[in-house]
T-cell receptor, first 113, second 112 residues
Framework: KAGVTQTPRYLIKTRGQQVTLSCSPISGHRSVSWYQQTPGQGLQFLFEYFSETQRNKGNFPGRFSGRQFSNSRSEMNVSTLELGDSALYLC????????????FGPGTRLLVL | GENVEQHPSTLSVQEGDSAVIKCTYSDSASNYFPWYKQELGKRPQLIIDIRSNVGEKKDQRIAVTLNKTAKHFSLHITETQPEDSAVYFCAAEGQAGTALIFGKGTTLSVSS
């Protein structure tokens, strides 16, 4: 099976702009989770989608949002970008039953200037 | 919600030595504890996991122990090799269907 893919891989934006990132899970996986990775902060959980519904949400401001489509592909959106949003955004997919391996995509590196 | 603390943040060992990374979690309902390895510029990959009904699990040079009473779990790497150099993340998941929460990572450096 093909692995988790993310597009775009790199992105440069300026403060105040918005951005949309895309994640295509492994075929058959129904859960997609998003994480923000910055140096020293590890992998911070943003949200998880399962069968087109947000199942879990992390402690991020409302500027961060997401959605999942019927084919399990997911997008996340960040509005009104701030310098501190510069990070590697990783998505991970799993079958969605819990207590199972999450498979990560390569990530999208976002730089906000 | 769940909170995971991971120590140490950096660890340097000589090739052939053992390395131990420890994590504590806050949610007593957590049942699933995976460990991920992230090499420089690559995506995190699962190396071993353990569930709450097991106290220890081993896979070749890697082992994980779990103490549910104390709410902590540890990764043990024996006979370390330079290719073990990476960032290691522990994580905890509560009841099935809840979020997987990660620690902040440990940068392991193995020098030859």
């Amino acid at each position: 099976k093909a692995g988790v893919t993310q597009t775009p891989r790199y992105l440069i934006k300026t403060r105040g702009q918005q951005v949309t990132l895309s994640c295509s899970p492994i075929s058959g996986h129904r859960s997609v989770s998003w994480y923000q990775q910055t140096p020293g902060q590890g992998l911070q959980f943003l949200f998880e989608y399962f069968s087109e519904t947000q199942r879990n949400k992390g402690n991020f401001p409302g500027r961060f949002s997401g959605r999942q489509f019927s084919n399990s592909r997911s997008e996340m959106n960040v509005s009104t970008l701030e310098l501190g949003d510069s990070a590697l955004y990783l998505c991970a997919s799993s079958e969605g039953q819990g207590e199972e391996t999450q498979y990560f995509g390569p990530g999208t590196r976002l730089l906000v200037l | 919600g769940e909170n995971v603390e991971q120590h140490p943040s950096t660890l340097s060992v000589q090739e052939g030595d053992s390395a131990v990374i420890k994590c504590t979690y806050s949610d007593s309902a957590s049942n699933y504890f995976p460990w991920y390895k992230q090499e420089l510029g690559k995506r995190p990959q699962l190396i071993i996991d353990i569930r709450s009904n097991v106290g220890e699990k081993k896979d070749q040079r890697i082992a994980v122990t779990l103490n549910k009473t104390a709410k902590h779990f540890s990764l043990h790497i024996t006979e370390t090799q330079p290719e073990d150099s990476a960032v290691y993340f522990c994580a905890a998941e509560g009841q099935a269907g809840t979020a997987l929460i990660f620690g902040k990572g440990t940068t392991l450096s193995v020098s030859s």
